[in-house]
């Protein structure tokens, strides 16, 4: 069962625009994370917001967390070619991290 | 260099063949996963490890085993009963319960493909 559920599933957009990514998740939480994967490659986490955390930020990242909503944004600032890949977000009891579908997103140069 | 390194990278079995992924780490530590994935999709977890010679059935553990004899260690075999088995493997380590269960690091995973 997938515990997160991204949304948009794709995303297009220009270098230098900004890009956000929605995600809402079912069950509590300690920590929700953002991971990034390339296209065939393993994934890269980029950052995790803790439940008693409403925002965090990480160079050009934005990561917001909503626990009454159920849902985190990731907000990519000013976005460059090299941005473009999928990006998860991951929660869940324990170590037992349960993912989303991802969204792709697509920076043209 | 300190990470987590599979083989192959890349992997054909005939169908009724039990094929063995291989999973190391050398990042000390103590929880290790294994997670598939199927194209456009999100991962799902397979099985997980907490600590050596102990692990758990994630998600879809049906037609896979694993063993977890040695820490760094976490090799997953995929047996014939597996019957949709093309799909890419990701293993995956993090401190587990001793550093609360913090940021997972990843393989770089092995393709799968059933001829």
């Known amino acids: 069962s997938q515990q997160g559920e991204e949304d948009p599933q794709a995303l297009s957009i220009q270098e230098g625009e900004n890009a956000t990514m929605n995600c809402s998740y079912k069950?509590?939480?300690?920590?929700l994370q953002w991971y990034r994967q390339n296209s065939g490659r393993g994934l890269v986490h980029l950052i995790l917001i803790r439940s008693n955390e409403r925002e965090k930020h990480s160079g050009r990242l934005r990561v917001t967390l909503d626990t009454s909503k159920k849902s985190s944004s990731l907000l990519i600032t000013a976005s460059r070619a090299a941005d473009t890949a999928s990006y998860f977000c991951?929660?869940?009891?324990?170590?037992?991290?349960?993912f989303g579908q991802g969204t792709e997103l697509s920076v043209k140069p | 260099d300190g990470g987590i390194t599979q083989s192959p990278k890349y992997l054909f079995r005939k169908e009724g063949q039990n094929v063995t992924l291989s999973c190391e780490q050398n990042l000390n530590h103590d929880a290790m996963y294994w997670y598939r994935q199927d194209p456009g999709q999100g991962l799902r977890l397979i099985y997980y490890s907490q600590i050596v010679n102990d692990f758990q059935k994630g998600d879809i553990a049906e037609g896979y085993s694993v063993s977890r004899e040695k820490k760094e260690s976490f090799p997953l075999t995929v047996t014939s009963a597996q019957k949709n088995p093309t799909a890419f493997y990701l293993c995956?380590?993090?401190?587990?319960?001793?550093?609360?269960?913090?940021?997972?690091?990843f393989g770089p995973g092995t393709r799968l493909t059933v001829l």
């Open positions: 991951a929660s869940g009891p324990g170590g037992k991290l349960i």
């Open positions: 995956a380590s993090n401190q587990g319960a001793s550093g609360r269960y913090n940021e997972q690091f």
């Open positions: 069950t509590s939480i300690n920590n």
